[in-house]
């Protein structure tokens, strides 16, 4: 290209600087935004990936299958499996387990102090299994005596400084009953420096993993019980074909009791982060993530990406046209096709690439609000491979959006082209109808996509859960501090505004995992084993959240410290088959305090206990005096000031932890926080995908209708109506539109239908949201067409007319 | 220089063929200043751009320069618009993102020349046609008369042996009508083979030789 053919090029730009404009910004900012979802993408996708031999790294997912209870699967594993499978199967280099040691305490050294989030307990092959380098310390030797400790960087930043804390005593304070407090000493025995932000495991500090812990359980629990995430290396490639697992089985068979009961199967390494939603127990999974909603973030990008593409290649081929008369001078001053090709395109790649640029400023200015809105700290760094994508990407647009009007305007004969200066463009060309009605398609799917999650997320805030959680502040002690709940309770049930306190071992809305239940059959009076929840719960949680009995009545107060008394749900009585009356029925729990027998007292109305995600699943509630976590329903007045008397409360009682609590309403509206974050992104993507179309529009409109001018004024001549003109105007567009909607709504229908389905409780898609769409759709295209359109129709046919 | 044999052109409107010239037999030679006449849509600009070899016939043979140009490949055509042939329009057709220096160059960039030899050239021209003052102007900034001569300095700067007009003098008022005459007779003068369209009979005087046109016929083709 030489010099002239760019300044011309540059000129021509300048000539049309508001339709160039708005070509460029829709393209940088949907280019931006695509951008934006890709690093973040790249992010969530390259999880863990920063260990070299990832490929051949695995998780062992254990999925029991007992009788009495549905399959679950779950992130653990039993501490047995490790070194059992490692032994037996030739194919494993090595193992690692990984256990939560304590999370949310207090650690005290140096005469400071500093909140550890979490600590596990790990295998001392950590130090081999990974490559993470210590600051301090020596690998080898981290773990040689059992009260050592590795500390993260932040937390010896925190305690010592830029000191090197190794040799020093870590300590940490807890309630060993209701009574007395004991301290542990540690000692620093490393410091590791801070891990890749995309690894699934975050820590603050580190233990070894005392297998003597185990051994007070028996043979056959200790092969079942799940208690730590055991992660494999393998020989390389040795699982390629995905079948390692497989041989798994047999191994078991050996020395495992009822081995047929659980299944074990590997889940490569890398796919821990994004692949691990249907896995019960997975607490050590950093800010695990769910792929589905990566790829409705991918098909949000795509689709921006391709509405804004079409403004392009429609905004070019409308310029083009314009122009097909100088590309007749030009073919009779000797151009070449080749040469005209080469003008078109490299007008179109200029306007890509000055898109391009302006992008990359978006994409700085745009970070922090997109991070806020996916809600994640993340690295998002510009990779090679992602740049070279992304100017790959702009060449691509560049060539796809000029490549029709630069094939047209080359394969026009001069007197062709010369003929067409008059004619060129009407919004009847099938190219550029086509590619309207594909944006408009695209844009309607959005809405209809934000509207159905939209109510989605209405539906699951507003649905009644048969428990009334409203102002209810929930405090978590901590299970360590477990056995002084009752106290504590009490003294905060007395401070003023609270109406009632109670408490629990879990929390409502997450209550998961399951005990052996041994429940007696009301006619074999045989004891049978049922795998389910059982929570404890103080005997006037009941009442605090408002739930209804169907039979019988909460326990006994008296009941929590000596008695079993049960309350079931409605689901448990259909799951265990109990067709008589179940007040007294007994039930026991299968290896605590196995003489135990206990009995039920009350079955309540089935509740929401579990996410809407979720069928709501039989339960037990036991009667219990170990509730860490209290519940409290305050009076909202006065709030700040019953807040500091809870903690003045948890001061004097708990050393081991910070003051926390948590509004139980605002809990549950964060259960559905994904859903809720998706919702906003598509809100956002929609509106900007529909001013993106719209700005096409307007310039497209702007274009035909400044070529029908004369005609315009000719009508008006003849009397013509200014409504009847703007309608005449608008009808070709508006009946795209409605074409493209008609395109849209099964489309999104289907696959919003697909999304609903995983929710165990959705609404229906209702038809007002198509009818609304096609509402937004045509009112949207209507007043940007009608814009332009009211403006021709207004102007003095005389000036049209003239000007010819 | 140029010789058309049994020259048709026809559309297909329909299922019928509507002819728009027929059986069209004109020898011109080098030197020659044809004037080409006739009523509104008889073929005229038709026949202009078949010589200039924009357009195709549908049937006969056109000799230029003892060459067969209805077997000319596309590539061919091409070079002889680069070298051979210059136009000149009704409507002046320059580009209006251009300068003047620029519209006239832009030959000169499809040949491909030296960036040298397109400065000196474009500078005698500009001097010759009394615009060097103009040179930085855009098309809009310029009178009908001098974006006429513009069109003209364009259509000669690559030295073409023949030019062809298509009612040069059609959208400018009488008196730099007479001026855009007198600059083709000049180059005429120097050797170049004219031949325009044109509805006036007084230009067609310029030329030496009147070719009427009637419904595709040639209908009279007179020395004047
Ligand atoms: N694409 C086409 N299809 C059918 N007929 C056509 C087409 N293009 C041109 N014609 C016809 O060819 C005839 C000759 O057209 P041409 O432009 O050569 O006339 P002209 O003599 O130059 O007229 P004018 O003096 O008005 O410029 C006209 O009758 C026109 O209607
Ligand atoms: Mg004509």
Redesign the pocket.
């Known amino acids: 290209m030489n010099t002239s053919n760019l300044k011309l090029i540059w000129r021509n730009l300048w000539k049309n600087a508001n339709i160039s404009a708005i070509n460029i910004i829709g393209l940088s900012v949907s280019l931006a935004i695509s951008a934006l979802i890709a690093l973040f993408l790249n992010f969530e996708g390259g999880f863990d990936k920063s260990n070299a031999a990832y490929g051949d790294m695995y998780r062992l997912v254990t999925t029991f299958k007992y009788p009495n209870s549905p399959e679950r699967e779950t992130a653990l594993a039993s501490p047995m499996m490790g070194s059992y499978l490692q032994r037996e199967s030739g194919d494993i280099e090595a193992y690692l387990r990984v256990m939560t040691d304590i999370e949310n305490f207090i650690g005290r050294a140096n005469e400071r102090e500093t909140t550890i989030k979490k600590s596990l307990q790990v295998d001392t092959s950590f130090f081999t299994f990974f490559n993470y380098p210590l600051l301090f310390g020596d690998k080898k030797s981290v773990f040689d005596k059992p009260e050592n400790i590795v500390i993260a960087r932040q937390v010896s930043e925190a305690l010592f400084g830029a000191e090197n804390p190794v040799g020093k005593m870590f300590d940490y304070t807890f309630s060993l009953d209701a009574e007395r407090d004991t301290t542990v000493h540690y000692m620093i025995s490393g410091v590791l420096d801070d891990l890749p932000k995309n690894s699934h495991l975050q820590f603050d500090a580190l233990t070894f993993l005392d297998d003597r812990q185990f051994e007070q359980q028996e043979m056959g629990n200790r092969w079942h019980g799940v208690n730590t995430n055991t992660y494999f290396r393998v020989r390389p490639s040795a699982n390629a074909d995905g079948k390692l697992a497989e041989s798994f089985p047999k191994l078991l068979k050996k020395e495992m009791p009822n081995s047929d009961m659980v299944s074990l199967s590997l889940q490569p390494f890398s796919d821990i982060h994004l692949g691990s939603m249907a896995l019960e127990y997975d607490h050590n999974n950093f800010q695990k993530s769910d792929r589905k909603y990566m790829k409705v973030l991918g098909l949000v990008a795509i689709f921006i990406l391709l509405i804004s593409s079409i403004n392009f290649a429609n905004l070019t081929t409308v310029l083009g046209m314009r122009r097909v008369q100088e590309v007749g001078v030009r073919k009779s001053l000797g151009a070449t096709g080749a040469n005209i090709l080469g003008q078109f395109l490299g007008e179109s790649m200029l306007m890509a690439m000055i898109g391009g640029g302006l992008a990359i400023v978006w994409v700085e200015l745009l970070r922090k609000p997109f991070l806020s809105l996916v809600g994640k700290d993340v690295d998002m760094a510009y990779t090679p491979a992602m740049i070279s994508w992304f100017i790959g990407a702009v060449i691509l647009l560049g060539l796809l959006a000029g490549i029709y009007p630069a094939i047209q305007a080359a394969r026009y004969s001069a007197v062709e082209a010369f003929?067409n200066s008059v004619t060129s463009l009407s919004v009847k060309r099938p190219f550029v109808q086509g590619l309207v009605v594909l944006q408009f398609v695209l844009s309607g799917m959005l809405i209809i996509g934000a509207l159905v999650s939209h109510n989605q997320l209405k539906y699951m805030q507003n649905k009644d859960l048969g428990f009334n959680y409203a102002q209810v502040v929930e405090i978590d002690l901590g299970m360590g501090n477990g056995w002084k709940s009752t106290a504590i309770k009490k003294e905060l049930a007395a401070v003023p505004g609270v109406m009632e306190a109670s408490g629990s071992s879990a929390s409502l809305g997450t209550l998961d995992g399951q005990n052996g239940l041994l429940v007696r059959n009301q006619e074999t009076k045989q004891f049978e084993n049922f795998p389910m929840a059982t929570v404890r719960v103080a005997p006037n949680f009941f009442r605090l959240y408002d739930m209804k009995f169907v039979v019988g009545h909460a326990p006994t107060e008296e009941s929590a410290s000596k008695e079993m008394e049960f309350v079931v749900n409605q689901s448990f009585l259909e799951k265990v088959g109990l067709k008589g009356d179940p007040i007294g029925n007994e039930i026991m729990i299968n290896g605590f305090e196995a003489d135990k027998v206990g009995r039920i007292v009350g079955v309540i109305h089935d509740i929401h206990h579990n996410t809407l995600h979720h069928k709501i699943e039989p339960i037990s509630f036991l009667a219990s005096d170990f509730t860490p976590i209290i519940s409290l329903k305050v009076n909202p007045a006065n709030m700040q000031a019953v807040l500091k008397q809870f903690q003045a409360v948890w001061n004097e009682h708990i050393k081991d932890r910070p003051f926390e609590y948590k509004f139980v309403d605002e809990r549950f509206a964060q259960l559905y926080e994904s859903e809720n974050r998706l919702g906003q992104i598509l809100l956002v993507a929609t509106i900007l995908s529909i001013l993106i179309a719209c700005l096409g529009l307007l310039a497209l409109s702007a274009f035909i209708i400044q070529q029908r001018t004369k005609e315009i004024g000719i009508r008006k001549v003849l009397g013509a109506t200014t409504a009847g003109i703007v309608g005449l105007l608008s009808k070709d567009f508006l009946k795209l539109v409605i074409l493209s909607m008609a395109f849209a709504s099964p489309l999104a229908y289907f696959l919003m239908e697909k999304w609903l389905q995983d929710f165990a409780y959705h609404t229906n898609i209702a038809w007002w949201v198509f009818a609304l769409t096609v509402a937004i759709g045509v009112s949207v295209a209507f007043v940007t067409v009608s814009f332009q359109g009211i403006k021709a129709a207004l102007a003095n046919p005389v000036n049209s007319l003239r000007s010819e | 220089m140029i010789i058309l044999k049994n020259i048709e052109?026809y559309?297909?409107?329909g299922s019928q063929k509507?002819w728009?010239?027929k059986n069209i037999n004109i020898q011109v030679n080098k030197g020659d200043f044809v004037t080409i006449m006739?009523?509104?849509?008889?073929?005229?600009?038709?026949?202009?751009?078949i010589i200039g070899m924009l357009d195709s016939p549908d049937a006969g043979e056109y000799i230029f320069n003892d060459e067969p140009v209805h077997t000319f490949s596309e590539k061919r055509r091409t070079e002889l618009h680069k070298h051979a042939i210059g136009f000149v329009f009704q409507a002046y057709h320059l580009i209006d993102e251009l300068t003047v220096y620029e519209n006239i160059e832009m030959p000169l960039l499809y040949k491909g020349e030296r960036k040298p030899d397109r400065q000196s050239r474009v500078a005698d021209i500009l001097d010759r046609f009394n615009i060097v003052g103009k040179k930085d102007l855009f098309p809009a900034q310029l009178s009908g008369g001098q974006q006429q001569l513009v069109g003209i300095a364009r259509a000669i700067i690559g030295r073409p042996k023949l030019l062809l007009a298509?009612?040069p003098t059609g959208n400018l008022h009488t008196s730099q009508g007479e001026m855009t005459m007198d600059l083709l007779r000049q180059l005429n003068s120097e050797g170049i083979t004219i031949i325009q369209?044109t509805?006036n009979e007084k230009f067609a005087e310029y030329g030496n030789r009147v070719i009427q046109?009637e419904d595709?016929f040639v209908r009279t083709d007179t020395n004047t």
Request: hydrophobic content about 25%; proline content about 4%; cysteine-free.
């Open positions: 003929k | 052109r559309y297909n409107t509507t728009v010239l006739g009523p509104s849509g008889s073929g005229k600009s038709t026949l202009l751009n298509d009612e369209v509805h046109i595709g």
